[in-house]
């Protein structure tokens, strides 16, 4: 049974930093592409980040030059670091393990003050 658990969310200051994880198992980690995601209240939820099973990495535009989506295949770990923090980014973060079966994580919420 494929499990995604992410951690490190909390409460930031505008201008602030956290890094968030995503820890897999029952799953070959290496073999898949890997997201981040997240949905504000009222909003559908939007792609952050993308990193795929070679460690190529895509962005939105929002985070351009802000976030960084990394993976450690040995500890079956997707990381999120999240620089630069504005109050528009605070939503529930989600990871996802793309491939023939998609999972979700259950999500971690980052609020973001001004």
């Known amino acids: 049974q494929v499990q995604l658990v992410e951690s490190g969310g909390g409460l930031v200051q505008a201008g602030g930093s956290l890094r968030l994880s995503c820890a897999a198992s029952?799953?070959?980690?290496?073999?898949?592409?890997l997201g981040w995601y997240r949905q504000a209240p009222g909003k559908q939820r939007e792609l952050v980040a993308i990193i795929s099973s070679g460690g190529s990495t895509n962005y939105a535009d929002f985070v351009k030059g802000r976030f960084t989506i990394s993976r450690d295949n040995a500890k079956n770990t997707v990381y999120l670091q999240m620089n630069s923090l504005k109050p528009e980014d605070t939503a529930v973060y989600y990871c996802?393990?793309?491939?023939?079966?998609?999972?979700w994580g259950q999500g971690t919420q980052v609020t973001v003050s001004s």
């Open positions: 029952g799953t070959i980690f290496r073999a898949n592409a």
């Open positions: 996802k393990q793309f491939g023939s079966t998609t999972y």
